[in-house]
Nanobody, 120 residues
Framework: QVQLVEFGGGLVQPGGSLRLSCAASGNIFSFGAMGWYRQAPGKQRELVATITTGNVTNSADSVKGRFTISRDNAKNTVYLQMNSLQTDDTAVYYC??????????????WGLGTQVTVSS
């Protein structure tokens, strides 16, 4: 019903930058908060950053000052600008979106993930 397609992952050296994008689509009533989560090998999935439709943001302490989340409501797209990347940022990054379906029920959708590898 809802598709989230992520773009922008890849291999980058420590100190480098990447920009992730996630485009949401579907026959629904409306999208709500969107965000990025990540899962490193052997670890649980963790919150990276979220953003509401009113552009109120929240981010993990580990990425504050380095990562910036933003969104384009007209395109139902959320972005994650990642600067000063560190090896600990290596993980699969997942896009998450809250939405209201045509029955007016609250739902959550996840993308398939995009790999970010920080290595020299």
């Amino acid at each position: 019903q809802v598709q989230l397609v992520e773009f922008g992952g890849g291999l980058v050296q420590p100190g480098g930058s990447l920009r992730l994008s996630c485009a949401a689509s579907g026959n629904i009533f409306s999208f709500g908060a969107m965000g990025w989560y990540r899962q490193a090998p052997g670890k649980q999935r963790e919150l990276v950053a979220t953003i509401t439709t009113g552009n109120v943001t929240n981010s993990a302490d580990s990425v504050k000052g380095r990562f910036t989340i933003s969104r384009d409501n007209a395109k139902n797209t959320v972005y994650l600008q990642m600067n000063s990347l560190q090896t600990d940022d290596t993980a699969v990054y997942y896009c998450r979106a809250e939405y209201i379906d045509l029955r007016y029920w609250s739902q959550i959708a996840w993308g398939l993930g995009t790999q970010v590898t920080v290595s020299s």
